[in-house]
């Protein structure tokens, strides 16, 4: 079974950046369309970004876009969120997910995903 392991959570303040990573060991992430979401308190998990396992297409939820940039960092082997100018509405358990069917386009829906991550905790706060 996949184990993914997401880390670079942390504090920041806002209008400052952060970089999650999403890993895998003994499985290449290259087979996988990855997608990122997120879940505050309170509040429904949504989806953030995702990457397709064919062709790299990419997809950003409105509230991101322009913002944050996902992309696979293959000498890693992970699956990476750069997150620029955050708001503290950005403040989020961030999860990262992975589907091992084949499509051109990423799923932005949550029971797409068959294995995920435990979570990294984003807090964006003066």
């Known amino acids: 079974q996949l184990q993914l392991v997401e880390s670079g959570g942390g504090l920041v303040q806002p209008g400052g950046s952060l970089r999650l990573s999403c890993a895998a060991s003994g499985f290449t992430l290259d087979y996988y369309a990855i997608g990122w979401f997120r879940q505050a308190p309170g509040k429904e998990r949504e989806g953030v970004s995702c990457?397709?396992?064919?062709?790299?297409?990419?997809n950003y939820a409105d509230s991101v876009k322009g913002r944050f940039t996902i992309s696979r960092d293959y000498a890693k082997n992970t699956v990476d969120l750069q997150m620029n100018s955050l708001k503290p509405e950005d403040t989020a358990v961030y999860y990262c997910?992975?589907?091992?069917?084949?499509?051109?386009?990423?799923?932005?829906?949550?029971?797409?995903?068959?294995?995920w991550g435990q979570g990294t905790q984003v807090t964006v706060s003066s």
């Open positions: 990457i397709s396992n064919e062709g790299g297409s990419t």
């Open positions: 997910a992975a589907d091992p069917t084949r499509h051109e386009m990423c799923s932005a829906y949550a029971y797409e995903y068959d294995y």
